[in-house]
């Protein structure tokens, strides 16, 4: 068995979940509402307070099915009760974010500012100029839009200046002159 598969996901109070006959879940929170269509394969059944995801047989790909469900199920209802943040870092001299509006505006050293709009249900927040908050309820959308705002300046490996996750560590390279 898959150990994370076996494991129930747990349902709060205040979370609904629904099943449809074409394996499309919807999960209702007090955040808000997600929708994910789920492999045809996989059962999901929920009672007492858990949902269980359940596979019908020991094959290679009901295995590999199994643990991405529950975790899809499980990110899912995290997503609708708590949210998620992903923070990032600016470094840099003049390297700064502003937030007009919903849009974030993003000066990194380019002869123009960049300007990223996000998506729908997915708010920025920016809490000094070299910080930059991405919240929303859907996990792999938040993600994503962090993803490409880190992309618009990776960071560099020598002065280490560019736009990263926060915490993340950045592999310095010496240049000519630490010989």
């Keep these: 068995m898959s150990r994370i598969g076996k494991k129930p996901v747990p349902v709060p109070a205040g979370v609904q979940i629904t099943v449809t006959e074409d394996k499309v879940v919807t999960v209702k929170g007090p955040l808000g509402q997600l929708e994910q269509q789920m492999p045809q394969e996989i059962d999901i059944s929920v009672e007492g307070g858990q949902a269980l995801v359940i596979r019908p047989s020991d094959a290679k790909e ?12 499980a990110n899912m209802v995290e997503g609708v009760t708590k949210g998620y943040v992903r923070n990032l870092e600016i470094v840099g001299v003049g390297y ?20 990223i709009n996000p998506p729908q249900g997915i708010e920025f927040e920016v809490p000094a100029p070299n910080k930059i908050s991405v919240k929303g309820i859907d996990k792999q959308a938040v993600g994503q839009i962090a993803a490409e705002i ?22 310095r390279i010496v240049g000519k002159a630490g010989k």
Excluded: C, F, N
């Design 96 to 115: 700064r974010a502003a937030l007009q509006g919903k849009d974030i505006t993003l000066t990194v050293g380019y002869s123009h500012p960049v300007i």
């Design 62 to 73: 009901h295995r590999s099915l199994h643990g991405l469900t529950r975790s899809l199920l």
């Design 150 to 171: 880190r992309a618009v300046r990776k960071p560099e490996p020598y002065l280490g200046k560019g736009i990263k996750y926060e915490g993340e560590q950045i592999r």
